[in-house]
Nanobody, 122 residues
C-alpha cells in the first residue's frame, strides 16, 4: 500500500506543471486525497483536497484560480494541475490519503507519498 507523487521539476515563473498522485494497493476513490507542500524552513501546508464524493474541494488562498485538483478513477490517480506558477510555489509537494474527511491539517492522514520537488525560477 503506497502513494507515489510525481511530476515535479524546474520551471520558470508563469509556466505549468501537473503533479500526479498514484495509489497502489488501495482505491483512491475511498479516500479523501490532500495535496500539501513544504518549503524550506516552513511548516507543511494544505494546498488542496479532493473528497471521496468530489463535492468538497478546498484550495489554499494563494493558489485559487491557478491550481486545479482532479481524480481519474480508472488510473487510480489524483492530479494537481498547477498553472501560472510563481517562485513562492517552490516547495516539496506531498499527497496524502485521509479516511474520513478533507483536512487542511496533516494529522490523521493515513498514507503519504514521498514528495516531489517543484522549483519555480523568476
Amino acid at each position: 500500500v503506497q502513494l507515489q507523487a510525481s511530476g515535479g521539476g524546474l520551471v520558470q515563473a508563469g509556466e505549468s506543471l501537473r503533479l500526479a498522485c498514484a495509489a497502489t494497493g488501495f482505491a483512491l476513490g475511498y479516500y479523501h486525497i490532500g495535496w500539501f507542500r513544504q518549503a524550506p524552513g516552513t511548516e507543511r501546508e494544505g494546498v488542496s483536497c479532493f473528497s471521496v464524493s468530489g463535492s468538497t474541494i478546498y484550495y489554499v488562498d494563494s493558489v485559487k484560480g491557478r491550481f486545479t485538483i482532479s481524480r481519474d478513477d480508472a488510473k487510480n490517480t489524483v492530479y494537481l494541475q498547477m498553472n501560472d506558477l510563481k517562485p513562492e510555489d517552490t516547495a516539496v509537494y506531498y499527497c496524502a490519503a485521509h479516511r474520513y474527511h478533507c483536512s487542511r491539517r496533516t494529522e490523521n492522514y493515513r498514507y503519504w507519498g514521498q514528495g516531489t520537488l517543484v522549483t519555480v525560477s523568476s
